[in-house]
Structures are given as C-alpha cells and as structure tokens.
T-cell receptor, first 116, second 112 residues
Framework: AQTVTQSQPEMSVQEAETVTLSCTYDTSESDYYLFWYKQPPSRQMILVIRQEAYKQQNATENRFSVNFQKAAKSFSLKISDSQLGDAAMYFC?????????????FGQGTRLTINP | NAGVTQTPKFQVLKTGQSMTLQCAQD?????MYWYRQDPGMGLRLIYYSASEGTTDKGEVPNGYNVSRLNKREFSLRLESAAPSQTSVYFC???????????FGPGTRLTVL
C-alpha cells in the first residue's frame, strides 16, 4: 500500500529566510502525482504546488519550489523569503491518478511557524 | 462556480443518532472523496468515488456509508454516531487530467 511520511511534525523559520519541509513516499507505481497543501487555522485546504511523476523538472510556484527525487521517493517543499502568512500546517499528498482504483494518501503534516 | 460545497458547516449529535453530510461540486469532476481530520492529525480517507456509479472504501470506512447520487453529489452517512467520530470532515473532488483536488470548507462534527 502507498504511504506518505512527513518526518518533521514542527518546523520554524525566521521571516524572510528559507525553509525546507520533507516528504517521502512509498509506491510501486511509475505514474502518479504529488501535491503540497497548506492548511491555515481556517482549516481550508489550499493547493501550494503539484508535481507529475513523469516530469523530471521540479515544479515552482513563485516562492515555492519542490525537490522531486523519483528514485529516492522524496518530495520536499522549499519556501523562500518566508512570510508571516506562510504559517500553517503543510500536508504532502500522493495521488495515483484518474481511472480505475485510485490511491490517495496524505502525510501526517508539518506545522510551520514563522518568527518575525 | 461555487466549487465544492458542504452542508452543514457544524453539527452536534448525541451518541446513536444518525445524519448525512452532503457534498456537491459544480466543476464536472470525475472523482469525489470524503476525509476526516482529527485534531493535530492529517487527513484520512473514509470513502471515495472514482466515477459516477462507483464507490470504494478508503483507510477508515467503518461506521460510515456513502452514496454517489449523481456526478455532482457525494453524501456521507453516519448510521449510529459514536464519540470516536467527532472530527472535521472534508469533501474533495478531482478532474482527471487536471490533477488538482478541490476541497470543500469542511464540516465540524461533535458527537456527545
């Protein structure tokens, strides 16, 4: 069965600095999708970034980028120039894709604190 | 587009009562999901519907039933609520090919 592991329950960073959140996963499939979601205190789930496994290029979205290592099954999120509004729970998510039996698994989450 | 909507937003039940959580999406998405999130925890998949007319168990299906009424709607039913089912429930949907999940705002359920 697919599993997703976020080994850092909590992280903190100074405002304007860079922080990296870790995520590892286990799967025997070759084609899948990985996501990072942000959950602020409002509980709304907000998509931060996504990565298709067939793409070698790492995804970037403004200050957010990923380091996708398919062979190592690692998918870390880097937040540059951290802002106070980045404080939230961050979840890594694996999806096996549409059609047929779908596997969709979340990690346990990392609580990110931004220190002013 | 309203996106993914959930009703109700809050609910308090007594042990043994039943209720149905409603979820609807207006984005013509194929797959829909029900998750629960306990305090300080991640999301755990209860049931999902890969496409209209199909439903499958997720990680924690016990005590729940689902119904994919049509392509838009996916309901979650608690037949006999238990305090262990106190949680925040999220509905989500995915459009195949777009590969992005859209989440509803959540339902906060308390079972006394």
């Amino acid at each position: 069965a697919q599993t997703v592991t976020q080994s850092q329950p909590e992280m903190s960073v100074q405002e304007a600095e860079t922080v990296t959140l870790s995520c590892t996963y286990d799967t025997s499939e070759s084609d899948y999708y990985l996501f990072w979601y942000k959950q602020p205190p409002s509980r709304q789930m907000i998509l931060v970034i996504r990565q298709e496994a067939y793409k070698q290029q790492n995804a970037t979205e403004n200050r957010f980028s990923v380091n996708f290592q398919k062979a190592a099954k690692s998918f870390s999120l880097k937040i540059s120039d951290s802002q106070l509004g980045d404080a939230a729970m961050y979840f890594c998510d694996y999806w096996s894709g549409g059609g047929g039996a779908q596997k969709l698994v979340f990690g346990q989450g990392t609580r990110l604190t931004i220190n002013p | 587009n309203a996106g993914v909507t959930q009703t109700p937003k809050f609910q308090v039940l007594k042990t043994g009562q039943s209720m149905t959580l409603q979820c609807a999406q207006d984005m013509n998405h194929n797959s829909m999901y029900w998750y629960r999130q306990d305090p300080g925890m991640g999301l755990r998949l209860i049931y999902y519907s890969a496409s209209e007319g199909t439903t499958d168990k997720g990680e924690v299906p016990n005590g729940y039933n689902v119904s994919r009424l049509n392509k838009r709607e996916f309901s979650l039913r608690l037949e006999s609520a238990a305090p262990s089912q106190t949680s925040v429930y999220f509905c989500a949907s995915i459009l195949w090919g777009a590969n992005e999940q859209f989440f509803g705002p959540g339902t906060r359920l308390t079972v006394l």
